[in-house]
């Protein structure tokens, strides 16, 4: 299975017509055909339903679909990560970032480096821990900015500086809008829109006690943006961590107990990482050192 051939793939699964995808790739439409009939015999299954006009993915053609896409993704990383002269460096770094404040630090960061060697390129992808670590271990990414609680026994890391206050979002003509801080009980009989992974979940429920049986969950996410759009349309209030993003129309109200979590900046232990990345992660590891040395 050559990786020129997957990319021929993926451009027909895109266009979902072959002339199009042939037009695309600069080749003709009967070699482009005839890779494509040789890719499913290798594979020994059907990867596309055609039609007079158009082709459609079989089942088994979005499987393949999903795993090109990665492997296309992974070897165009690997070709980035050699990029690199011996007087400058170069290439890429990919930093998996959940929604923390502490984005603000890894910012100012890729900031300095890139001004200490411009021809380096970064790479940002959003997602949670899960996804963010999923992806990490299939190589797609360096490095990940992940927020606690996590499972982190496979990776080196260093505990970034700043930690995330839990509160829930509002509209403004909510009732809750007029406390300064929300309790378990001000939750009950209230729709919550909750973050979805289980570990934070798990979190919430410590915090929760006993009232969270009684909770109604409306829905959950991910990503924030998506939860702040819920909210402004009704749907509930969210549970989140305050980002200080100042959304028009809502509010953050802090919880009571006070909860909090905190962030680390992770990489596969024992991983052979290019000289570029190396020089970043031993550059950002330094100045984190320094800002806990001078707060003691």
């Known amino acids: 299975m050559e990786l020129r051939v997957l ?3 993926l451009m027909v699964a895109r266009e979902e017509n072959i002339t199009k995808a042939a037009n695309l790739l600069h080749i003709t439409q009967p070699t482009l055909s005839r890779q494509l009939m040789q890719l499913e015999d290798e ?5 596309f339903r055609r039609s007079n006009h158009s082709i459609i993915l079989t089942d088994d053609g979005m499987l393949l679909k999903r795993r090109a896409k990665e492997i296309v993704a992974l070897a165009d990383k690997t070709a980035q990560e050699f990029l690199h002269k ?4 170069t290439g890429e770094i990919s930093i998996g970032c959940g929604e923390t404040r502490n984005m603000t630090f890894v910012s100012e960061q ?3 480096f890139r001004k200490k060697y411009p021809f380096v390129q970064f790479n940002i992808y959003s997602a949670n821990a899960d996804d963010i670590k999923e992806r990490m271990e299939k190589g797609l990414i360096d490095i990940g900015l992940l927020m606690e609680p996590v499972d982190i026994s496979k990776y080196e890391f260093v505990r970034m500086p700043q930690k995330e206050q839990w509160g829930i979002i509002v509209p403004a003509d909510n009732p809750l809008n007029n406390k300064k801080f929300v309790t378990p009980e001000d ?5 919550i829109i909750m973050a979805g992974r289980e570990t934070v979940k798990n979190e919430l429920a410590n915090w929760f006690g006993s009232y969270y049986e009684e909770l109604e969950i409306a829905a959950t996410y991910n990503l924030m943006l998506n939860a702040v759009n819920m909210v402004k349309n009704n749907v509930g209030c969210a549970l989140c961590f305050n980002l200080d993003s100042g959304y028009a129309g809502l509010s953050f109200i802090p919880l009571s107990p006070r909860l ?4 680390v900046l992770a990489w596969k232990k024992n991983q052979a990482f290019s000289l570029t990345t190396k020089y970043f992660i031993r550059s950002i590891k330094k100045c984190i050192l320094n800002i806990y040395d001078n707060s003691i």
């Open 86 to 89: 011996e007087e400058e460096l």
């Open 110 to 112: 890729i900031a300095l």
């Open 260 to 263: 909090e979590s905190g962030a």
């Open 43 to 47: 594979l020994g299954v059907k990867l």
């Open 187 to 191: 939750l009950v009989n209230i729709p």
């Open 7 to 9: 990319k021929y793939f």
